[in-house]
């Protein structure tokens, strides 16, 4: 393949365009479709070939099934506390920069829908909508074999990383979901999940809703300067 100034504006779009989108409109995406993204995202680099990536798609009554599910544990206080995660995937300590910018992002996302810092009831709805995938059409599961280590869960990055930016090369977006942890136990029941593998996470998969005000936010990110060190 030739790179020209065409195609690297065109990946440089892609990926600069990505963003965590939550609402979407319920326009459907077709299989083949999907199918696209996933094969183009299996091109991601894994440890001799290993590809640890497992994923299940979800639509209609199945994705549906699913998010009732999880919210109806989700919205009572002590079922809830009986579901926890099976990695840590936040610190157990944070501090700065990491938890400025953590409390920037929820906060500037707060207000953009209009919750006050003491609405604890607008909170709590709001990320639970992480469970109904935002809307979206496509639901997807991700899960990797319990056998695999950290090294695979690295890899398993780069092909999430893949997914979101072929869909966004077709005009869809996304939202990856770390929400879904908790509730693994309903996923393993309801997808059937062998006793061998591990929920790594959720995505909400679709058309942006446009109108949504939560899709004004835009996070910051710090310039190469600031991360970069070269040494000559």
Request: aromatic letters at 10%; charged letters at 25%.
């Amino acid at each position: 393949m030739t790179i020209t100034p065409e195609t690297t504006a065109a990946v440089d779009a892609a990926i600069t365009s990505r963003r965590s989108v939550r609402a979407f409109l319920r326009t459907p995406v077709p299989r083949e479709t999907l199918l696209e993204i996933l094969d183009v995202a299996a091109r991601a680099p894994s440890g001799t070939n290993t590809q640890p990536w497992k994923v299940h798609v979800l639509t209609g009554a199945a994705k549906a099934l699913l998010s009732a599910k999880i919210r109806a544990v989700y919205d009572d206080p002590e079922q809830r506390a009986t579901h926890a995660e099976q990695y840590a995937y936040y610190p157990t300590e944070w501090r700065s920069p990491y938890v400025d910018r953590r409390r920037k992002v929820g906060w500037d996302l707060y207000t953009l829908l209009g919750i006050g810092r003491a609405d604890k009831a607008r909170m709590h709805e709001q990320h639970g909508r992480n469970y109904d995938f935002f809307g979206a059409p496509v639901g997807m599961i991700f899960t990797i074999d319990r056998v695999m280590q950290q090294g695979s869960w690295l890899d398993y990055g780069m092909f999430l990383q893949n997914v979101m930016i072929a869909a966004r090369a077709r005009g869809l977006d996304t939202c990856p979901q770390a929400a879904f942890t908790q509730f693994h136990r309903i996923i393993e029941a309801q997808l059937g999940l062998g006793g061998d593998e591990m929920v790594v996470c959720g995505m909400s998969l679709g058309h942006a809703d446009p109108d949504a005000v939560e899709n004004r936010l835009v996070t910051e990110r710090e310039p190469a300067r600031a991360f970069a060190r070269f040494l000559e």
